[in-house]
């Protein structure tokens, strides 16, 4: 019994809120299709008001425990009953779900490893940036004092032209 509460409790972990009403981002043909059905239909689960499984959105703790509440008291209540065909579907869907579970994992790692990288790039990047910035700062500096210089000189060469237009 443990066994069968726990599948069902895998089950509806990963497969977010469903409803009874067309499921409109599941196929027919997926394997997990009338395992989703069958928990929306009794009660378990139910889609979001675009009738959409949104089978990649995290389930919330309190999604949870609300779903673990309804199953647990089904099974005090001794109004969960499971045949073989249903046990077999939850088994397949279990298996489903496995797969993207590890997928996900794998794609999280991936994703983890990729943004530590850009985080190490981007302090580089920033780093270099600061060092341009200061770097172009001091090359103003020193052509505005060229500048500054240039008309100075160019000042005292007009001057001195003027003074030795006067004595020639």
Request: no cysteine; proline share 1%.
């Given at each position: 019994?443990?066994?069968?509460?726990?599948?069902?409790?895998?089950?509806?972990?990963?497969?977010?809120?469903?409803?009874?009403?067309?499921?409109?981002?599941?196929?027919?043909?997926?394997?997990?299709?009338?395992?989703?059905?069958?928990?929306?239909?009794?009660?378990?689960?139910?889609?979001?008001?675009?009738?959409?499984?949104?089978?990649?959105?995290?389930?919330?703790?309190?999604?949870?425990?609300?779903?673990?509440?309804?199953?647990?008291?089904?099974?005090?209540?001794?109004?969960?009953?499971?045949?073989?065909?249903?046990?077999?579907?939850?088994?397949?869907?279990?298996?489903?779900?496995?797969?993207?579970?590890?997928?996900?994992?794998?794609?999280?790692?991936?994703?983890?490893?990729?943004?530590?990288?850009?985080?190490?790039?981007?302090?580089?990047?920033?780093?270099?940036?600061?060092?341009?910035?200061?770097?172009?700062?001091?090359?103003?500096?020193?052509?505005?004092?060229?500048?500054?210089?240039q008309h100075?000189?160019?000042?005292?060469?007009?001057?001195?032209?003027?003074?030795?237009g006067l004595?020639?």
């Amino acid at each position: 019994m443990k066994k069968t509460v726990f599948t069902i409790m895998m089950t509806i972990i990963f497969a977010s809120t469903l409803s009874a009403q067309k499921i409109k981002d599941v196929s027919k043909r997926d394997p997990s299709y009338s395992s989703v059905k069958k928990v929306v239909r009794e009660g378990y689960l139910s889609l979001f008001s675009d009738n959409k499984f949104q089978a990649q959105r995290n389930v919330s703790r309190k999604e949870l425990a609300i779903v673990i509440d309804r199953i647990l008291k089904n099974v005090e209540n001794k109004r969960l009953k499971l045949d073989k065909t249903e046990i077999r579907e939850l088994v397949n869907l279990s298996r489903v779900f496995k797969k993207y579970l590890v997928d996900f994992e794998t794609n999280k790692a991936q994703v983890d490893n990729k943004v530590t990288l850009i985080e190490a790039e981007q302090k580089v990047i920033n780093h270099d940036l600061s060092r341009i910035n200061y770097e172009l700062k001091q090359e103003i500096e020193e052509l505005k004092k060229e500048n500054d210089n240039q008309h100075l000189f160019m000042w005292v060469g007009i001057g001195l032209s003027a003074i030795l237009g006067l004595v020639i």
